[in-house]
């Protein structure tokens, strides 16, 4: 099976939908927004064990005083959650805003022109807002074809260079593409399981904790 067999349709748009949540290190102006899909919703695992929950404790552990709010949710796309974007800044008025949204763009088969564009907005608006923004990219599996995967992959690129936001280049990467993917996936061998999270944050971390200082 090819290592990045989670992103085939009917497994990655997931049929539920996950509630946004809020968790608590609440604490001195610095507010951290994940703004993502099943991949940040804990699509599949218990609650509080997913990379956005490690983000907490990492922090916790670092003494960086932050409140983390995931308003991730299943299935969402770049043009969900740039309808969602302005209530959510509004209402949390984050520091620092993660986007992790694209993947159902493509496996929706919706133009990598316009995911571009809703990526580009996100990041106009939160900066606008007074946020930092960081990007985290995704990329296709080879059955879609190597130049619209490499299209694909290139528009976190683009976006963050255009409008200077940070990028993870692939939130999955060591995972989806590593010598032994199997067994970092659930059952489904589409999601990313509990093993799995610590990999993802890591991935995360060095670009968060350099928009952080």
Do not use: C
Not at 118 to 144: D, I
């Amino acid at each position: 099976m090819e290592a990045l067999v989670f992103l085939r349709r009917r497994h990655f748009i997931a049929a539920g939908l996950a509630a946004p949540f809020s968790s608590a290190v609440r604490a001195a102006g610095t507010t951290v927004m994940v703004l993502g899909d099943s991949l940040s919703a804990e699509y599949g695992l218990p609650r509080g064990s997913g990379w956005v929950a490690l983000l907490e404790r990492r922090l916790a552990d670092e003494k960086i005083d932050a409140t983390v709010v995931n308003a991730s949710i299943s299935g969402d796309t770049t043009s969900g959650g740039r309808s969602r974007l302005p209530a959510l800044l509004a209402r949390h008025q984050p520091t620092h805003v993660v986007v992790e949204l694209g993947g159902n763009d493509a496996l929706r088969g919706l133009p990598l022109e316009m995911t571009r564009a809703n990526l580009a907005a996100m990041v106009q608006a939160a900066q606008k807002a007074g946020a930092q923004v960081l990007l985290l990219g995704m990329q296709l599996p080879p059955n879609y074809g190597a130049q619209y995967g490499q299209r694909f992959a290139d528009l976190y690129q683009q976006v963050a260079r255009e409008h200077r936001a940070a990028v993870v280049p692939f939130l999955l990467a060591g995972i989806a593409d590593g010598p032994d993917s199997t067994r970092l996936f659930q059952p489904d061998r589409i999601h990313p399981n509990v093993d799995a999270q610590a990999r993802m944050l890591a991935n995360v971390w060095p670009q968060l904790r350099k928009l952080l200082k």
